[in-house]
């Protein structure tokens, strides 16, 4: 029996100066025949990127489209149950998923172009 190896492939999902503090941009990556859609987020000059899926019930977290931080800036929030995420680390810091963190996806930036890798994934 042969083993098959995942390897990570990667995608140019924006711009370094693109976002400012606060602002997010929703992206999709594929892993075998299903769709995953993704957030970038600029949180205080530094770029993090997660699936867009809360850990408490695995729904989308925005409720407005591409609007995940809460009024002040300060953290990504779930718009349907509350649940507050730190930004650098995904980790729930208040709500219903408290200590569970949002899935992180591995970003590089490359002469000004931001890229993620994500084992299996594609293009769109």
Request: net charge positive.
């Amino acid at each position: 029996m042969r083993k098959v190896r995942k390897t990570s492939k990667s995608k140019v999902i924006g711009r370094a100066d693109e976002l400012a503090h606060g602002q997010t941009k929703k992206f999709k990556l594929r892993r075998g025949k299903r769709d995953f859609e993704a957030m970038l987020v600029n949180y205080q000059g530094r770029h993090f990127a997660y699936v867009n899926r809360c850990p408490h019930v695995g729904i989308n977290l925005d409720w407005v489209d591409n609007q995940f931080f809460t009024v002040d800036g300060r953290y990504l929030m779930c718009a349907n149950h509350g649940a507050v995420f730190e930004p650098p680390t995904g980790e729930c810091v208040w709500g219903p998923c408290l200590g569970a963190s949002l899935q992180s996806l591995p970003l590089e930036i490359v002469d000004q172009s931001i890229i993620v890798r994500f084992a299996g994934a594609g293009e769109e």
